[in-house]
């Protein structure tokens, strides 16, 4: 039996791709750190993978904002001052309020029960004091909202966005009291979706987004 090389080029290209979220996770997740070198050996080494697969993953995140090159100095993880994350959250307004609204204007009943559910979720994780499952669940939220918009650009240029931010927005879900204020204003977000009113669903995530900006301002 033989391999096309078609065949054998897609699963490269599916392994490069593979690796390259996983070293995107390592650094939304912290385990590497702003300014970190990121040397090739030591990643291939802990993702069992080749130097060339190491590069061509880091090439994508630099293009993602996520991974500066310095001129013979390779690699390192940039970071995303405050004042940058603010001006993020500022095109993001934008785009996230025009995905609200098209979701307001095409969810349809199954993603009604959808949404039904990852709203009492949100409310039941800021009851019980899991920050950590109100993040995730408050990630879970927006990408819903995305899918059920269908806007493919948007949904492109916000989930670079988001991933260069990450790091800022983990800060804010643990800042003192944030989740009282943010989980209401998500919730608005998802009723007016849930209620197929495009304005007051990009009206909601506008006063969402507004207010991320103004915490993000008094962050050290």
Do not use: W
């Not at 391999?3 to 054998?8: Q, V």
């Not at 490069?16 to 996770?25: G, N, P, S």
């Not at 969810?107 to 009604?112: L, S």
Request: glycine fraction near 6%; charged fraction near 30%; hydrophobic fraction near 45%.
């Amino acid at each position: 039996m033989t391999t096309d090389s078609s065949d054998l080029s897609q699963v490269d290209e599916e392994a490069k791709l593979d690796l390259t979220q996983q070293i995107r996770d390592a650094i939304l997740g912290g385990e590497f750190a702003p300014h970190q070198r990121l040397i090739e050996a030591d990643i291939s080494a802990r993702f069992d993978a080749t130097r060339a697969a190491v590069r061509t993953a880091l090439l994508n995140l630099t293009g993602e904002g996520l991974v500066e090159r310095l001129p013979n100095r390779g690699a390192r993880v940039r970071a995303i001052s405050v004042d940058e994350a603010v001006e993020i959250v500022e095109v993001r307004i934008g785009l996230e309020s025009l995905c609200a609204r098209k979701a307001a204007v095409n969810i349809t009943d199954a993603d009604i029960e959808e949404l039904r559910g990852v709203r009492a979720q949100i409310e039941a994780a800021v009851a019980s004091g899991h920050l950590v499952e109100y993040a995730r669940l408050n990630q879970e939220m927006d990408r819903r909202i995305r899918d059920i918009g269908g806007h493919e650009t948007a949904t492109r240029l916000l989930e670079r966005l988001r991933a260069q931010s990450a790091r800022h927005q983990f800060r804010l879900a643990f800042h003192p009291g944030r989740a009282s204020q943010s989980a209401p204003e998500h919730i608005a977000i998802i009723d007016a979706v849930l209620a197929r009113d495009p304005d007051a669903a990009e009206a909601a995530t506008r006063a969402h987004l507004e207010g991320i900006v103004d915490v993000l301002r008094h962050l050290d």
